[in-house]
């Protein structure tokens, strides 16, 4: 019954490993498509908005797998 646990542990802990690379580059795209967005809505020569969101986007990202990958070392 405990191998049984054990087992259903690890797979949660894969599932949520695997599943972080598809969050990051949603997370990501979507900025650079409101980004991408925004640049056509409001030209500027000097700001680019597509840069800035998606910069943006990369550290929320980035944010999101420290939070996930602490909460798994907790939680095993």
């Known amino acids: 019954m405990e191998n049984n646990n054990q087992q259903k542990k690890n797979y949660n802990k894969w599932l949520s490993l695997i599943n972080i690379p598809i969050q990051m580059g949603a997370i990501i795209f ?43 070392g907790k939680n095993s």
């Open 30 to 72: 979507v900025f650079y498509k409101i980004g991408f967005w925004l640049d056509g809505k409001y030209p500027s020569e000097k700001v680019y908005y597509y840069k800035l969101l998606t910069i943006l986007g990369v550290f929320i990202a980035l944010y999101n797998v420290y939070r996930q990958v602490n909460e798994i």
